[in-house]
Structure formats: C-alpha cells, structure tokens
C-alpha cells in the first residue's frame, strides 16, 4: 500500500455492513486510525476493528443511532476524542434500502429512510465541520450515495429521493465549507456484491453484468478506493464532486 492517508483519523458510519466494512479497511491499509461505526452490527464492527488490528492498523469501534441529531453530535466528538483531539475524515456510508410501493407508503415509512440516509449525513457532516474547520489542514468529508440519485428503481422512491438530496447536500457543503479547507464529496455506487445477492436475486445480477461495460458487479473495496482518493491528497482540488462507480452501467445508452 501507499500510505496515502498516513496520520489521518477517519470516521466511517455504516462500518458494520458490507460497503462500509470495505471502506474502513482500505483507510487503515493507507495508513489512517480508522473509527468504525455501527448501530446493530457491533459484531461485524468488531471483527472488522480486529482485522485492521492484524494488519497493524488503529482502530475503534463506536455505537449509535444516527437517525439522533445529538446521537451523531456525540459519535462525532467521540472520533474525535479517540483521534487526539483530530478528525480529518469522514465518511457517511449509514443508509437503509427497503422496498414498497410508492402509494401506499406512509410519512413515517418515508421518515425512516431520509432520517437515516439524509437527515445523519446532514448531522455528521456538520459536527465534523466545526472540528475540522479549526485544523489547519481542514479535512475531508464524503457521502456514499448512488446511482439510483440520477436512475430510479421501482420500489425506491423513498431511497432515490434521499440518495438525490444526498448529492445536493454535498455540492452546498462544498461550496460553504470551502473556505475553511473542507472538501465534501460523494461517491455514487452501482450493485455491490454481497453474500448471498446471487441466490437472492439471480436474475438481476445476471442482468446487471449483461448490462455492465465491466461485465461484473462491484465490490466493497471498489466503493473503498474512490474514497480512499476522495481523502487523499491526491483530490486536494476535488470538491462538490460526485464519483460514479458503478463499472460504467451508467454510460449504457437507456433507448
């Protein structure tokens, strides 16, 4: 590895999940003491810290419900604290994907999914500004969107529409934390492997790779190096950005 994130303190929400797993670990490969966050999966969490451990990499794992406005103020301070009074990353990968039908969904059922992939990011993001603000190297913040931002899916009308606003709140952080040296970028994945996706869903992951320039559906780490570069240096002049990884479905023409 590179050591591209060496000394940085990262905060990755959702670490207890596939995505967010992957995410955690490709930070510590590069060198950054990594805080994991989960809410039910302590034990996922934990076996996660414990990988990173082996690799000699630092890392906690931290407990919270992020749909809590001060839920995540705390998470936040308490990164932080475990950083040495530092926080240089954050990544809001915590998010939900139910299904069901637009018109017999509920307020609350729309409620529990933006208050989870919105309203936390907006939450975070903002702690971990006034942190980060006072740093003299700022520090960088990504959320994990999708594609389904810009591509409906049936059944998720709640989640595309907070994936969108979720690209938007990003572009507007952007622009005003910007001159604090705080760089806010989002990464927008297509279908991410998981264990047992293939014999849940067969026929959309075989339409998936017919589709795919790339012919095979993502994996974690994908989603971990495009923000490993997000983090890094090496986007010291990427902001309001959002990356696509999604093995190039998007680029198929839709006619």
Not at 89 to 116: F, I
Not at 142 to 164: C, M, Q
Not at 218 to 246: I, K, M, N, Q, Y
Request: charged residues 20%; contains cysteine; negative net charge.
């Amino acid at each position: 590895m590179s050591g591209l994130l060496e000394g940085q303190v990262a905060l990755v929400t959702g670490a207890g999940g596939g995505i967010g797993r992957g995410i955690a670990v490709r930070f510590a490969e590069e060198g950054a003491a990594v805080v994991l966050h989960c809410r039910t999966a302590v034990r996922a969490a934990a076996e996660a810290e414990g990988g990173i451990r082996e690799l000699g990499g630092r890392a906690v794992v931290l407990q919270a419900d992020l749909t809590d406005e001060d839920a995540c103020r705390r998470l936040v301070a308490e990164a932080a604290e475990w950083g040495g009074g530092r926080l240089t990353a954050l990544v809001n990968n915590a998010g939900v994907q139910p299904t069901q039908e637009l018109g017999g969904m509920t307020a609350a059922d729309w409620r529990a999914v933006v208050d989870t992939n919105l309203s936390s990011v907006f939450a975070c993001t903002q702690a971990a500004a006034e942190i980060m603000r006072e740093q003299p190297d700022g520090g960088s913040v990504t959320h994990i969107a999708s594609i389904e931002a810009t591509r409906p899916a049936p059944l998720h009308a709640h989640y595309s529409a907070s994936k969108a606003a979720v690209v938007m709140h990003a572009r507007s952080a952007a622009l005003e934390y910007g001159p604090f040296g705080i760089r806010v970028n989002t990464v927008s994945p297509g279908l991410i492997d998981r264990q047992g996706l293939e014999e849940a869903w067969p026929e959309g992951v075989r339409r998936w790779e017919r589709a795919a320039p790339t012919g095979r559906l993502g994996r974690p780490e994908d989603v971990g190096d495009a923000c490993v570069f997000l983090a890094s240096g090496l986007a010291s002049w990427v902001t309001g950005h959002d990356l696509v990884v999604d093995g190039g479905v998007s680029a198929r023409p839709t006619w």
